[in-house]
């Protein structure tokens, strides 16, 4: 079955650690991106991916890094800058644009800052 | 003033009950109109989508836009307790362009 991959699905990170989130799929999709979702404040933009080898930045980029080597993959690392760190991240991915509409997201990895 | 805003809820219904969930926005360009149901600990899964204004059903579910109004809308029919989850509306100028979500209402149907 086609789909989005995410792990792992719960993770510790100790204070000043970098720590990357993987994501993959097999949908053949070329657009991929990565949010952050908190209580009460809906799902919000960190990253997108629309072909291999480019990304932009989304609202709220400050403190990550992402990379997009292959079609398939797009990990997100959390990095010793990003002060709040502790909520749940989504991947999701998309047909071309003008080829489609709605993304397919992943399960989430839960991040929490020990 | 967001770009989309959704009442939180907490919405609590009996079984059987209709819902009606809903969103404004404010940017007019929105043309594209989604509904993504969440399961606790799940990622969002695309329930309904709408392009530009009028109504959409699929089965138990009906998605109505008012662009005039700026105000979209999710009925839920005969609601079961699987239909338990946190909704998440979504919105964009075009299919290249950003999508914008709502924060989401949770729903608790009651059997």
């Known amino acids: 079955d086609g789909g989005i991959t995410q792990s792992p699905k719960y993770l510790f990170r100790k204070e000043g650690q970098n720590v990357t989130l993987s994501c993959e799929q097999n949908?053949?999709?070329?657009?991929m991106y990565w949010y952050r979702q908190d209580p009460g404040q809906g799902l919000r933009l960190i990253y997108y991916s629309q072909i291999v080898n480019d990304f932009q930045k989304g609202d709220i980029a400050e403190g990550y890094s992402v990379s997009r080597e292959k079609k398939e993959s797009f990990p997100l690392t959390v990095t010793s800058a990003q002060k709040n760190p502790t909520a749940f991240y989504l991947c999701?991915?998309?047909?071309?644009?003008?080829?489609?509409?709605?993304?397919?997201f992943g399960s989430g990895t839960r991040l929490t800052v020990v | 003033q967001k770009e989309v805003e959704q009442d939180p809820g907490p919405l609590s219904v009996p079984e059987g009950a209709i819902v009606s969930l809903n969103c404004t926005y404010s940017n007019s360009a929105f043309q594209y109109f989604m509904w993504y149901r969440q399961y606790s600990r799940k990622g969002p899964e695309l329930l309904m989508y709408t392009y530009s204004s009028g109504n959409k059903e699929d089965g138990r579910f009906t998605a109505q836009v008012d662009k005039s109004s700026k105000y979209i809308s999710l009925f839920i029919r005969d609601s079961q307790p699987s239909d338990s989850a946190t909704y998440l509306c979504?919105?964009?100028?075009?299919?290249?362009?950003?999508?914008?979500f709502g924060t989401g209402t949770s729903l608790t149907v009651i059997p």
């Open positions: 949908l053949n999709h070329d657009a």
């Open positions: 979504a919105m964009s100028a075009g299919t290249g362009n950003q999508f914008y």
């Open positions: 999701a991915s998309s047909l071309s644009p003008g080829q489609g509409i709605g993304y397919t």
